[in-house]
C-alpha cells in the first residue's frame, strides 16, 4: 500500500470510498441501526483536500484506505481533562480512518496510524488526539498498542448517525 496525500481529481473516488465503508459500518453491532452515510460529510472531505490533510491508501491504483489528520475536532473535546494543555493548532486529530474490508488482516490499518504519528511529528504537534465509538474495539486496541492513552468517555452527536454516542476519546502525547 502506498499512502500519500489524497488530490481534488479523485474527489469522486475518495467520496464513494467512504460512502462504501459507511454501508460497511451500518451492520456494525457498535452503532444504532439506520443511515450511516455522510461521513465525512463531502465538504470536510474538500476542505482536507484543500489543506492538504487527507490522505489516501491506494494499492493497484485503486484508493482503498484513507484518513483525516486536521486541528477540528468536536465541542466534546473542550470538555476534558487531556495529559497535555495545548492550543488547538498544536494538536492534530485524526478522523475516519477506514481500510475497505477486501484489504483487512493486512496491517494496514496500522500503517495508517504509523503515516499520521509521523505526519503530526513533522508538522511539530505535541499532541495527536481521536474518539472512537464506545464498542469498537479493534481500532482501540490498535491505538493503544502505539502509545495512545484513553483520556475520557464523552456523548457525541454525528449527523449521519442521527443520536449522540458515547466515544473514547484518547491522546497520544508527541
Sequence with gaps: MIIREGR???LGEIA???DEMCRVLDSSPFLPHGNKGGY????????AIERKELFVGEEDGCIMAAYILSHECESAYDKVKWQIDADKTEVSILHALRVSPEYSGRGYARKLVEHAIETAKRN???AMRLDCVEGNIVPQKIYMSFGFKYIDTVGIFYDDIGVEINCRLFELLL
Design 8 to 10: 481534488m481529481d479523485e
Design 16 to 18: 464513494a470510498f467512504y
Design 40 to 47: 465525512p460529510p463531502i465538504a470536510m472531505i474538500v476542505r
Design 124 to 126: 511539530k504537534q505535541k
